[in-house]
Nanobody
């Protein structure tokens, strides 16, 4: 079973920078797509960015050019570099990992979430 541990959230001023990390541990045959999602107060959870095992990336339009997702496959860790954040980026950021278990079945795991607050 795979577990995710997120870190790096906190308070940041608009225009600053922040980096989130999410480390996957446990038994898995492969870790495929890794991604970040966020949920603002009173809103639904939404995609922020995803990265495949081939390092192909996809971003929400609202963060393109400001946020960068990357991964260290040797460490099963995904990062989200947040540059020039805006107050509307405030929310709980969740990591999600999709992969294949040692039994050959696919799994999807969510992290516990880390709060990011952007002050104006």
């Amino acid at each position: 079973q795979v577990q995710l541990v997120e870190s790096g959230g906190g308070l940041v001023q608009a225009g600053g920078s922040l980096r989130l990390s999410c480390a996957a541990s446990g038994s898995a045959s492969s870790i495929d797509t890794m991604g970040w999602y966020r949920q603002a107060p009173g809103k639904q959870r939404e995609l922020v960015a995803v990265i495949t095992s081939y390092t192909s990336t996809n971003y929400a339009d609202s963060v393109k050019g400001r946020f960068t997702i990357s991964r260290d496959s040797a460490k099963n860790t995904v990062y989200l570099q947040m540059n020039s954040p805006k107050p509307e980026d405030t929310g709980v950021y969740y990591c999600k990992v999709f992969g294949r278990s040692v039994r050959g079945t696919y799994f999807e795991v969510w992290g516990q979430g880390t709060l990011v607050t952007v002050s104006s």
